[in-house]
């Protein structure tokens, strides 16, 4: 099932007239050695699946004492994260353990009351009722991108998946916190998270020694250094809020005018920050990963890119593109499915049972990992032909893929409550950047798919960016 451990991972790409396989890794072939499986996962988990896991299956492995159960099965898949939701509803030792620190109790790491009690709240203040609101946060902030690339020179060099995280990170910031975190604040708030996530490690040997809920990640001065500058920043804009000083269309504002109506919520400033730093974290760096992939499926596949302007020249001509745009831009639309198809930048939802149970043919034992890899699951040739190849067609119309068979944004109670912020965000990101430019990714560059917390080229994306005259 595992590949050995090797320090490198060989990629796929295959690109021949009008027909694109992206970059991939290669399946495993050789023997499966349980031990070296954890280094491996943690160099890249993507690598180390077989040919035959690519398939419509729950099957379940044994490491080092501890059982892994790995579901591809869109029934099985149902019946852990809907019908068998509190069972499952779990996040893994090693996810809780490696955000804790920065995030507390905060939605994406918790469970039992405390997700009961703040999903709902949750769910209110990221709502598609107020992407209006939003929608012309995400305006501003492309359009300040298009002036911002419009001043380099015509084939200028930029690493996109930095600039994407930029564009992102720039809207969540302004949503969240308002207009009033001033640039050098939403600077360090988004360097904090991404030095965090540099010292953190995702793999918790302590649940593979024994603990059923793994061990604290070791707080190095760096880390505490890192915790302490994204904290005192946010605690900051939480205590003006509170004070009435802050900016009223804010996220933190809604949480904090929802804790004055409701008192029994007993949100102070810790909580209340962990909220407001969970949806900044969850909220920026998967849509910044899926226009990066986005951008260079574009650049390897011409006659999609194609598509893509001729629909921008057909609904807007010369007007920038904007929210109410939004849908008759089908192609674009389909573009995003797709790269969130190929890409999942969630690219594993990682569970742990809390009682004994049975997934298909399988006996679940209490605290046992349970997996479901968006990756594999999306690249199964049951529920999509062709798996591997780039065809955004397949979402064009009113083509849907089997229920439970596509889930970038996961599924059941626990679902990506930014479905439609991220969604409309990329949509509309992409059309405005691709309106104006054309991006190029060198024809001889490897790109290398990397998982750790978000699914992205390893090393970023580098790319030239070429001025494309308006319609
Ligand atoms: C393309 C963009 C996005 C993708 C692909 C995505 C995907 C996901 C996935 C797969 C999960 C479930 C993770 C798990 O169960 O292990 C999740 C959870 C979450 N997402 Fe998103 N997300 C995106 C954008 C956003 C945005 C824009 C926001 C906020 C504005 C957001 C807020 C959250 C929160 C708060 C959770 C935790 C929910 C819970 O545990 O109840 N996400 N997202």
């Not at 954890?38 to 988990?45: E, G, K, T």
């Not at 499915?337 to 690219?347: A, F």
């Not at 062709?386 to 009113?398: N, S, Y």
């Not at 001889?444 to 390893?458: A, H, I, S």
Request: include cysteine; aromatic fraction near 8%; charged fraction near 25%.
């Amino acid at each position: 099932m595992f590949r050995n451990l090797r320090p490198s991972t060989d990629i796929i790409e295959k690109r021949q007239n009008d027909t694109l396989e992206p970059a991939h890794a290669n399946f495993y072939r050789g023997k499966p050695n349980p031990l070296r499986l954890i280094l491996q996962a943690r160099h890249d988990f993507l690598s180390i699946w077989r040919k035959t896991d690519y398939a419509d299956q729950v099957t379940s492995i044994k490491l080092l004492g501890r059982q892994l159960v790995l579901v591809n099965s869109p029934d099985a898949i149902r019946y852990v994260v809907a019908k068998r939701h509190e069972n499952f509803e779990r996040k893994t030792p090693q996810m809780r353990r490696a955000l804790e620190f920065l995030l507390g109790d905060g939605l994406f790491i918790s469970d039992g009351e405390t997700w009961k009690q703040r999903r709902p709240l949750v769910n209110d203040i990221v709502h598609k009722n107020r992407l209006p609101v939003f929608g012309k946060i995400m305006e501003k902030t492309a359009n300040e991108m298009v002036e911002r690339w419009s001043a380099l020179p015509d084939g200028a060099g930029v690493n996109v998946l930095y600039e994407m995280a930029g564009l992102t990170a720039e809207i969540i910031s302004r949503s969240v916190f308002g207009n009033d975190l001033g640039e050098e604040a939403a600077n360090a708030v988004s360097q904090g998270f991404e030095s965090y996530q540099s010292l953190i490690d995702s793999i918790n040997l302590g649940y593979f020694l024994g603990f059923d809920d793994g061990l604290p990640v070791l707080r190095t001065p760096k880390l505490r250094r890192s915790v302490s500058r994204i904290h005192g920043i946010i605690d900051k804009v939480v205590e003006d809020h509170l004070a009435g000083r802050g900016d009223d269309q804010s996220m933190v504002e809604l949480l904090v005018r929802r804790q004055q109506r409701n008192p029994e919520l007993k949100l102070d400033v810790v909580a209340l920050r962990n909220e407001a730093a969970t949806i900044f974290m969850a909220g920026h760096e998967t849509t910044a990963a899926t226009l990066t992939w986005a951008w260079y499926l574009l650049s390897r596949a011409p006659w999609v890119e194609k598509a893509v302007h001729d629909e921008l020249s057909r609904v807007c001509g010369d007007r920038t593109p904007t929210m109410e745009d939004l849908p008759a831009l089908d192609w674009c639309r389909a573009v995003i499915e797709e790269t969130l198809r190929l890409y999942p930048p969630v690219p594993i939802l990682a569970r742990q049972a809390t009682e004994a149970d049975r997934i298909g043919d399988v006996d679940i034992k209490p605290a046992s990992l349970v997996l479901i890899v968006p990756w594999l699951l999306h690249r199964t040739e049951a529920f999509f032909k062709d798996a591997h190849l780039f065809k955004p067609e397949r979402f064009l119309g009113d083509k849907r893929p089997i229920p439970y068979s596509y889930i970038p944004f996961a599924a059941g109670p626990r679902v990506c409550p930014g479905l439609q912020f991220g969604l409309n965000e990329a949509i509309l990101c992409l059309a405005v950047l691709a309106q104006r430019f054309r991006i190029r990714v060198a024809d001889d560059l490897k790109v290398e798919p990397q998982c750790r917390l978000t699914l992205r080229p390893r090393s970023g994306l580098p790319v030239t960016l070429h001025r494309r005259g308006k319609a």
